[in-house]
């Protein structure tokens, strides 16, 4: 959690205030963007864009101090449609007759997609409930507090639920692999 006084701090230009911002928010953005982006070195990049920007906008007083971390998630969409959009307008020019067939698909790509696919399926033969929790916990990073607050239980039923189905999905990825 961000204190009133890291924030007033961070707008004057606070060093230290600042760094405790981003020790505090690193973490659930990273994961935010990485699981829009799916590769780690375009969610570093994106992840540090953000910082600059929200920061910039922290100094202008344009950012709101309530719910700071879900302003940085809406600049880093933002960052991330912008890219998208500049992809899809450049394109890529592929010249067919230079391509290697046996260079194209990478073996560590296959093995992740294999281990996506595999957990993937493990995930489906969760309950609603666990998928749910697994996927505000772990995917989205939400705290445990938020996650109670969107699935109507208690901090203690979803802490126990979080791990009620990590056990089973555990047994289940030992049973099947």
Known sequence: MISADDYKKAKEGDLKAIENICVVTWEPLYRFIYYKVQNREEAEDITQETYVK??????????????????MKTV?????????????????????????????????EQNDIAQRLFLKSALAKLS??????????????????????????????????????????????????
């Not at 929200?54 to 302003?71: D, I, M, R, S, V």
């Open 54 to 71: 929200t920061l910039t906008y922290l100094q202008k007083n344009n950012a709101p101090q309530k719910n700071f971390l879900g302003f």
């Open 76 to 108: 880093s969409l933002n960052i991330i449609r912008d890219r998208w959009r500049r992809k899809k307008r450049a394109g890529v020019i592929v010249n067919f007759q230079e391509i290697n067939p046996e260079e194209t698909v990478n073996i560590d």
């Open 128 to 177: 609603q409930e666990q998928q749910m929790i697994l996927d505000l916990r772990i995917i989205k990073g939400y705290s445990v507090a938020e996650t109670a607050k969107l699935v109507g239980k208690t901090e203690a039923a979803v802490r126990t639920a979080q791990h009620r189905a990590l056990l089973a999905l555990a047994r289940i990825l030992d049973d099947e692999g």
